[in-house]
């Protein structure tokens, strides 16, 4: 189960975002739609502990995230959450393959490279294994951000416009693999985004609107 209370942010210390409540069950997937200047990011970064918020909480199985220390709360992201950036970043010497090891590393979690494999061919990227991040194009990148994020089979995933950079073609596929990858271990699936694309695969839905935030 992943819920917020009464979340707000405030990048200035003066105006401040508010969210509506959000209480997503474990293996439900939802789409949280919103145009550019809503807080979509923002709030995706509060939902992966990535920011603090001002005021609220968000809670992930019986965590309040929030509560934790930074030194606990890396691991716990490492191994609970899957983020999906708009922007992704890779370390610029590794190959992708190394970049997906690094990231079961730092969540305390053996290395699978059985299972690395298989996520870059479903993304139909297996054969730039051992390109280096900064050889690819940007929407190898992407999904090379995606096979990432879903490495550690994570309870929640979080995904901010995974799409956005992607044909329909391609973009079918990555939302089948989300949407799969969630299924199998019972995970929340979570994807932000402003893509009208979408809308038809997520019976469950959250709008947010300029006067949410």
Excluded at 3 to 20: E, I, M, V
Excluded at 169 to 174: F, G, S
Aim: glycine fraction near 8%; aromatic fraction near 4%; hydrophobic fraction near 40%.
């Amino acid at each position: 189960m992943l819920q917020t209370r009464q979340l707000q942010y405030s990048y200035d210390g003066q105006r401040s975002l508010r969210f509506p409540d959000i209480r997503c069950g474990m293996g439900e997937h939802w789409l949280l739609l919103g145009q550019s200047g809503c807080g979509k990011t923002t709030l995706l970064h509060l939902l992966g502990g990535l920011l603090t918020p001002m005021q609220g909480e968000v809670i992930l199985g019986e965590t309040n995230i929030n509560s934790l220390p930074s030194s606990q709360l890396d691991k716990f992201r490492g191994r609970k959450i899957g983020i999906i950036f708009q922007n992704p970043h890779f370390v610029r010497a590794l190959t992708v393959g190394e970049n997906m090891a690094l990231a079961q590393q730092l969540a305390g979690v053996p290395v699978d490279k059985k299972r690395i494999a298989h996520l870059l061919e479903r993304l139909a990227i297996g054969h730039k294994i051992n390109v280096k991040t900064s050889n690819l194009s940007q929407g190898e990148r992407q999904r090379a951000a995606i096979a990432r994020a879903l490495v550690n089979k994570p309870e929640v995933i979080l995904a901010d416009e995974p799409t956005s950079a992607l044909d329909d073609l391609n973009t079918a596929e990555v939302i089948r693999l989300l949407e799969d990858t969630a299924r199998e271990v019972n995970a929340t699936l979570l994807v932000v985004t402003h893509d009208g694309r979408l809308k038809e695969n997520f019976k469950k839905q959250i709008q947010l609107t300029p006067q949410n935030a």
